[in-house]
């Protein structure tokens, strides 16, 4: 298994970062953000959104989202306290401002199943903690399937879904990285190489300029 952090790299302090990931409804973007978010090899803190959407039979409060009322959506809005907020579907969702920076302080990673509403939003608002990534579908066929076979949606809704994909998945070249999700596993080892290299990315890691001080101290030649 790809090995997340060598000894040596634990010690040097870095700030946290934020994974976003984003796809249409049905090509597997929830499915890997909770895959990778179980691994505790990753150690990723899952950021759950609040939504006004009727949950499903499936899903667990506080799990899959924190489920409210409109008012009290109304309420974290106007008092400023969601990182992105956006209207999807004609529900909403987003996500609380405090929990994510408190995460990125203390040098952890977060990461988030959000839309590209939303990640506009957060990347507006924290530019360099961002890093993206678009799942797309190996074809829209497919993706008509896998709606279908979640059998949780009616028939107007995965119709509806399906013309919303289209416009959603002309946005992908404003992420960082695109992966076709034509195999789950392969999907996966491909999330989990971007997040080991986003790990290593120089300017987030704050203590690597003492690290290295430290090498030039030691004595020896």
Known sequence: MMQTQSDSEKRIAR??????????????????????????????DLSISVTTRTRRP????????HFIDREAFDDLRARDDLLEWAEVHGNFYGTPRRPVEKVL?????????????????VRAKLAEDVVTVFILPPSMAELRQRLERRAEDSADTIERRLANARTEIQRWSEYDYVIVNDDL????????????????RRTRRTGLGAFVDGLLAEGGG
């Open 15 to 44: 700030r946290g970062l934020i994974l976003i990931l984003s796809s249409p409804s049905g090509a597997g973007k929830t499915t890997l953000t909770r895959a990778i978010a179980r691994d505790p090899a990753w150690a990723l």
């Open 58 to 65: 499936s899903e667990i409060d506080g799990q899959h989202y």
């Open 105 to 121: 302080g203390s040098g952890r990673d977060m990461i988030f199943d959000i839309d590209y509403q939303g990640t506009r939003q």
């Open 185 to 200: 596993q392969n999907a996966f080892e491909a999330l989990k190489g971007i997040l080991a290299a986003e790990r290593l």
